[in-house]
Nanobody, 127 residues
Framework: QLQVAESGGGLVQPGGSLRLSCTVS????????VAWFRQAPGKEREGVSA????????HYADSVKGRFTISRDISEKTVYLQMNTLQPEDTGLYFC????????????????????WGQGTQVTVSS
């Protein structure tokens, strides 16, 4: 059993930056893929970024490539999402989730693969 908790959301102006943190705790946490999803009002949940347990390579949705960076600190059991050049369309509730299934670009972000979810942290990009 894992516990997932996000933090770091807030209000930022367009062009600004935020760093989200996701702490994944539990005995087997190091073996899980961790991903970020977001959901804007009236829209479906969409995958933003993922990092597998067995490498440090980040995977990104096209909409955030070049602006967001995912990283993992194993000693802190924390996954970070550095978000730069934020735009109003990045506004939403950001969720962190953990899965025993590796992310594959062949299949994309599949919420049903993720068994453990945090409560979400709100990101609002507005002037």
């Amino acid at each position: 059993q894992l516990q997932v908790a996000e933090s770091g959301g807030g209000l930022v102006q367009p062009g600004g930056s935020l760093r989200l943190s996701c702490t994944v705790s539990g005995d087997t946490a190091d073996y899980y893929t961790v991903a970020w999803f977001r959901q804007a009002p009236g829209k479906e949940r969409e995958g933003v970024s993922a990092i597998n347990s067995n490498d440090d390579r980040g995977h990104y949705a096209d909409s955030v490539k070049g602006r967001f960076t995912i990283s993992r600190d194993i000693s802190e059991k924390t996954v970070y999402l550095q978000m730069n050049t934020l735009q109003p369309e990045d506004t939403g509730l950001y969720f962190c989730a953990a899965s025993i299934v590796d992310y594959s670009p062949d299949y994309g972000f599949r919420p049903d693969d993720f068994d453990y979810w945090g409560q979400g942290t709100q990101v609002t990009v507005s002037s």
